[in-house]
């Protein structure tokens, strides 16, 4: 599986263009990439977008560890996605989100805060798991697709505690958003209606998306 099939797949979900091709970002070395990441609490992971901003430039490299790409080809999950390559998907999915997002708002030239690009790549991670296996003729239940990527997570020990509390909002404010989903779009004949929706979603940034999450919920 190549990264740049879940570039095609998220650009067409929210409709947008990107001319980047994340393939040629990709870093897959974990040992080249902890010699890169100087950041402060720098930690090992199976997935990381590394960005660094000088002199008015953004500069982009995604590592996904080779283990894990390797491991993607062999049980491709755009052919088949079950459970033996979910976690894998996600991992990869998680990596595409990341870059997508980044040089979408840095084109437009728009600031990204962190929790905002937690929050969406578990977005990304709900509505491409569902379209996947909707396509695939072998749709989860919702209740149990809900619960696979929001209530069965476990998080590195290594986090550090701002961190800890920044992807334990993102988690539960996509859930809440994606419940929305589920209740209100799914299982519709057209699918126009979750698009439109999802595409509102993604042009926000993080004070509206979580407006909007609070409103789903009364």
């Known amino acids: 599986m190549q990264l740049r099939h879940l570039q095609r797949l998220l ?4 409709n947008i263009q990107v001319e980047l091709k994340v393939d040629d970002f990709l870093l897959t070395d974990p040992e080249l990439v902890a010699q890169l990441d100087t950041s402060f609490q720098a930690r090992q992971c199976e997935e990381k977008l590394l960005v660094l901003e000088e002199d008015g430039q953004l500069n982009l490299s995604l590592f996904i560890n080779s283990v894990v790409l390797e491991r993607l080809s062999a049980d491709n999950p755009c052919t088949t996605l079950h459970d033996a390559n979910l976690a894998d998907f996600c991992t990869a999915l998680e990596g595409v989100s990341h870059f997508l997002y980044l040089t979408h708002r840095a084109l437009q030239d728009r600031p990204v805060t962190l929790l905002e690009l937690e929050l969406q790549a578990e977005v990304d991670k709900y509505v491409s798991v569902h ?8 749709a989860l239940a919702p209740r149990v697709l809900l619960r696979r990527l929001f209530q069965d997570v476990r998080y590195d020990e290594q986090l550090a505690v701002t ?3 920044r992807y334990g909002h993102a988690n539960d404010y996509a859930s809440h958003y994606c419940h929305h989903l589920e209740t209100s779009f799914l299982g519709l004949q057209s699918p126009d209606a979750l698009h439109q929706e999802i595409r509102i979603f993604y042009e926000l940034n993080k004070q509206e998306k979580i407006r ?3 409103a789903a919920k009364c």
């Open 11 to 14: 650009q067409g979900l929210y």
């Open 131 to 138: 379209a996947i296996v909707t396509a695939q003729g072998a």
């Open 163 to 165: 961190e800890l509390l």
């Open 212 to 214: 909007r999450i609070d």
